[in-house]
């Protein structure tokens, strides 16, 4: 079992910045790959980052590249997401997710941190 949980998330003015945290404990070496995903109400829950736990090797969504940070603390058994130019457009609940293998789902989910960005 891998238990993820966030912190971080906040109110920030449109072009500010936060980082989220995803703390991760129980079978750590397991872990393939570490996801940032968000779900705005009414939407599609969305992948906006992710890293591979042992390489570091980062995947953006096209909506964050250039914006967003993904990056990992592996003697904390912790990732992060560095949010720069925020816009109201990426107020949502954010979610870090872990799988164990390329081919598998995401299957361990943190609890959610709010992010809301006013305009």
């Known amino acids: 079992q891998v238990q993820l949980v966030e912190s971080g998330g906040g109110l920030v003015q449109a072009g500010g910045s936060l980082r989220l945290s995803c703390a991760a404990s129980?079978?750590?070496?397991?872990?393939?790959?570490l996801g940032w995903f968000r779900q705005a109400p009414g939407k599609e829950r969305e992948l906006v980052a992710r890293?591979?736990?042992?390489?570091?090797?980062?995947y953006y969504s096209d909506s964050v590249k250039g914006r967003f940070t993904i990056s990992r603390d592996n003697a904390k058994n912790t990732v992060y997401l560095q949010m720069n130019s925020l816009k109201p457009e990426d107020t949502a609940v954010y979610y870090c997710?872990?799988?164990?293998?390329?081919?598998?789902?995401?299957?361990?989910w943190g609890q959610g941190t709010q992010v809301t960005v006013s305009s």
């Open positions: 129980g079978r750590t070496f397991s872990i393939y790959a």
């Open positions: 997710a872990a799988k164990l293998n390329p081919a598998s789902e995401y299957g361990y």
């Open positions: 890293i591979s736990w042992r390489a570091g090797s980062t």
